[in-house]
């Protein structure tokens, strides 16, 4: 369920977990994991478990960063743009 971004500071915002490049763990809000889970969807096919983290502890920095970008462009150029963005990353 998306949060409205006028929601007051101190109201929980509901988040997924992040891998991190210092391996101990993030969190991203929903409504940024699953607009790039979109695009994951789009280009890999269905796992729900990347966003929610019983599979690998969720998104890395680096894949949360491609997809999204990815986003930015039209759908049919999600799968191009994804790998547009994976070459060349290091470390993210």
């Not at 915002?13 to 991203?28: E, F, L, S």
């Not at 409504?31 to 969807?41: I, K, S």
């Not at 966003?51 to 759908?75: D, H, M, Q, W």
């Not at 743009?81 to 290091?90: I, L, P, T």
Request: with cysteine; aromatic share 10%.
């Amino acid at each position: 369920m998306p949060t409205d971004p006028r929601t007051p500071e101190n109201a929980a915002i509901a988040t997924h977990p992040v891998q991190t490049v210092d391996h101990k763990g993030g969190k991203c809000p929903q409504a940024v994991t699953m607009r790039a889970y979109e695009v994951y969807y789009s280009v890999y096919g269905k796992q729900e478990t990347m966003v929610t983290g019983n599979c690998r502890g969720g998104f890395s920095t680096g894949e949360l960063i491609a997809f999204l970008y990815a986003r930015s462009f039209p759908k049919e150029e999600w799968d191009l743009r994804v790998n547009e963005a994976f070459r060349g990353s290091e470390h993210v």
